[in-house]
């Protein structure tokens, strides 16, 4: 907390700290945009007091209420929960609990309250993967009927859907938007770009490989580079050659999950996602009903470029990562790249960024990063037009078993942090892009230098190619818990791959058998094919796809100056 309030201690009079009693309305509004907006925002500050105005009139039904809301627990919602709320409640009147818990536990209470219609929290932060779950089951209010409707009189007039960029991630196939925003990373290839472009190592690596070391365009060159810098010494310090993580743990799933079959070529060509076998390998039908999973219903999880998938995984984590990484979760592998020994990452999460950018060991001193990001590589399963990788949505999610009073005032907290007076500053403090404005600020032009890549991907063509879950799965909570147990006995070694991969598949295909039996999907709920041979299906256009005889293409690599130079052009 401290860190996050260093910048902001004049904020003491705004939040009521024993300083000072909790100034009230637009003093305490005018104290907060002075200490800690400042000139980190793209409104001009009588537009942002207009906004701040608007909100302390909305809010004035509502004063003295106490609301809950809830977020996983990442950079930009501690901001969120330990500076953002306490001001938003000094502004308005509204007290605002904003509790940060796991990931899975967001899911878990977000599920629990679907399944007893208890009022757990006011607003969930969770992400926008569970869209095919909203959509289906009808407990999540549809915010395109609700601004238009009971919420009118609570949604801002400066909102700006348009400027958001993420929320065709959040909008069901008939057009409705079913969660706002609220953070947005992508997975993206991370690598040490001055070991890259060290002379020696050019060299040792041309005469090795035969081509030159450079950004891997395929996963065959990634496989080249991951083995050439494991176990060499570098300014000292023992490196590897790729970093992951593989325990048995509800985070495994989402390392799946988020795109790496897509990014191995396993599902059809489409965008956000593959129709009609998304990455998940779930199969749907014309009417976006999902049909199977497996290969015998047309499905693709079972298939070879799902295997091809796990065994890469599996190969690079034991061949070429730190020996603890195995037993790694999530959010215990992302900050290991900052310790200064890993020379590229397939798969790095863009909320790390920020531990990396206070790291002195992967920073030089004049606050220039030693590392870059770059679109990642894909498999030899992958053709053009196909996903190539993952972007986490974390938006806001009201609840149908939420009294009406009660969300409107959480929809007025969700519509502040996700401000145009304030988003600028979150982003500053935990690099989540949700604004196209904020994005293309003037405040990230001056930055981008340190972000190493970061924003020039943000403001590339290549951003929308990376994309969150989408529709066809039909119940995220039941399915991605299958995966982590599944994946988990590959990963441990104690079934091989295509063992528990249809086992996954089956898995998967009796909790839409159950919902279909159920008929609480509606006309979206799963109606699975009938089974028959898989050969009939890889024998069919697209996915699943049959294997194929050499599974190692030819490695291929680009100069990351020359790929940023396209991005500009």
Known sequence: MNVLLKSSTALGLVLGLGVAPALADMEAAKTFLDEEIGDVTTL???????????????AEPFKGMEINVVSETITTHEYESQVLAPAFTA?????????????????EKLQTQMQSGENIYDAYVNDSDLIGTHIRYGQVRNLTDWMANEGADVTSPTLDLEDFIGTQFTTSPDGKLYQLPDQQF???????????????????????????????????AYEDIAEFFTGRTIDGVEVYGNMDYGKKDPSLGWRYTDAWMSMAGMGDVGEPNGLPVDEWGIRVNENSQPVGACMARGGATNSPAAVYAVDKAIKWLQDYAPPAAAGMTFSEAGP???QGNIAQQMFMYTTFVAPLVASDAVMNEDGTPKWRLAPSPHGVYWEDGMKVGYQDVGSWTLMKSTPEDRAKAA????????????????????????????????????RKDKLGGLVEFYRSPDRVRWSP??????????????????IGDAMSGA??????????????????????????????????NEEQDASYWLEQPGAPKAKLENE????????????VSSWNQ
């Open 495 to 528: 079934k091989t791959s295509q063992a528990a991969l249809d086992q996954l598949c089956a898995d998967m295909e009796k909790v839409m058998e159950r919902l279909e039996r159920a008929g609480v999907q509606g006309e979206l709920g799963p109606v699975l």
């Open 44 to 58: 001009p500050r009588a537009e942002q007091e207009a906004e701040m105005q608007w909100f302390v009139d909305a």
């Open 552 to 563: 190692d293409e030819e490695p291929q690599t680009i100069g990351y100056d020359e790929l």
């Open 91 to 107: 502004i308005t009147g509204i007290k605002v609990t904003h509790d940060l818990i796991g990931e899975g536990d967001v899911v």
């Open 469 to 486: 879950t989408g529709t066809n799965v039909p119940d995220y909570p039941k399915l991605a818990q299958l995966w982590w147990q599944n």
């Open 336 to 338: 290991v790249p900052a």
């Open 186 to 220: 992508a997975n993206l290839y991370w690598f040490r770009y001055d070991w890259f472009n060290d002379p020696q190592n050019m060299a040792d690596f041309k005469e090795k490989y035969g081509y030159d070391l450079g950004v891997p365009v395929n996963w065959s």
């Open 411 to 446: 929809w007025l907290y969700a519509q502040f942090v996700t401000s145009k007076t304030v988003d600028v500053k979150k982003a500053d403090v935990g690099l989540t892009f949700i604004r196209e404005s904020t994005i293309q600020s003037d405040h990230f032009t001056d």
